[in-house]
């Protein structure tokens, strides 16, 4: 995952109808797939109304995450704090980021690298945001 602009769903509802831009347009944006004045616009957008700025940045060899994993009907759930888990369902090989029992990122197809790619960005920004 590239780095891109984490924000809940109702969230990016809002903005598309308020900005008047599409739901495909606001993810371009928010994905730094454009870097038009309006690309640009959106995502401080986004971040005033509290988005997150994940980085995609890439795991190390040996990296081990501080996390609280848990398995039940094939969904794996690791929770990094009692704010934000990730499930992974194991069946369609999808994540789900969570962040106060809200949505702010799904990603379909996701291969095990990735997926530590995923939790080292998680672990990194949340250690990051905390100092």
Known sequence: MAKQILLPSEVRAQMATTFK?????LDRALKYQGNS???RMLR???LERGGVTYLGERVYNGFMPAVDTSCSDRV????????VSLRINM???SVRLFVD??????????TLRQW???????RHLYDK???
């Open 37 to 39: 004045s309006r690309d």
């Open 129 to 131: 945001l905390n100092a």
């Open 116 to 122: 530590g790619d995923i939790l080292y960005s998680l």
């Open 101 to 110: 029992g809200q949505e702010v990122m799904a990603q379909e197809g996701v």
């Open 76 to 83: 794996l759930v690791q929770r990094l704090t009692d704010r």
């Open 21 to 25: 831009v599409t739901r495909t347009a």
């Open 44 to 46: 401080a957008a986004a």
């Open 91 to 93: 069946d369609g090989d």
